[in-house]
């Protein structure tokens, strides 16, 4: 069975795609899950998280996802690209600084470059989810993921500015459906809210009227325990087992595994 691929996309910073996947990862692990992270994103967040930025900033091209983009050679390297983490069932592909050359605005001129991720994740065994961590834009890395998932989830932290960016994010993913049919949206995750606050709360009615079903029903707070856990380098559910923050990511965990389920024998009826 190939692994289900999903990624994790939003154009912009700071919504909480670094932290669901690194939170998220822990979770699934935990299910019994063999989990891929890959990090899409030069800045390099996910990878720190599991490896320290010491060690992340000294990584080599070829240690890293950029060498898919500069040598088509390290697509059958795959033993040297993903890593096992300090955590059972969770290997990464790792990112740094020397991804942000090849993360061009226009992916679609770059030629065969856009179907590099893709390739490389179609000839990996044995993992069940592989998770793939993008940058705050929407150029080739993000476009490379669109063209290597299967779905699509889109942290969306419950507040107004993030309006107009959904609809570029839900363009972007129309137009990856061109190149490839078979992406789907797996739905809205709401992150770092404040049930506290009556915009968050406005905010959340206001996409669920308006995205309906697709918006998740687990909703990520705001909590000091994800990025303590980060600090820590330990996803939450491992750090703090009995926090809040711990319980809603196993939520989240479980409800994106029943909807890839749901959705994966929908179509294979079809
Ligand atoms: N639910 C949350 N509660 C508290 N802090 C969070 C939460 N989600 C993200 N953060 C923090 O916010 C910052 C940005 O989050 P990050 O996941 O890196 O966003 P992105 O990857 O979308 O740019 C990080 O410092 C992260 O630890
Ligand atoms: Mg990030």
Redesign the pocket.
Known sequence: MPATVIC?I?Q???????????HLSGALAQTGRNVLLVDA?P?G??SQGFFGSAQVEMLRPEETLAGLFEDQRFLSEFHALSVPTAFERISMVRANQTLARHNVPAPEQAGLNQYVLRDFLSQLAGYDLVLI?C??NLYQASWNALLAADFVAI?V?PEDFGTQGLRVVHQAIQHARVLNPSLELLGHVI???DRRLLVHRSYESRLRQHYQETVFTTV????????VA?TCRQPVTYHAPRSR?AEVTSQLAAELLSRVAAKTSKREAA
């Open positions: 994790l939003n912009k910073g700071g919504c909480g795609k670094s932290s669901t996947c690194f994103d800045q967040s996910l961590d940058p705050p942290p932290p992150t770092r809210a990520v707070p705001e909590a000091s325990a994800f990025k980060l923050a």
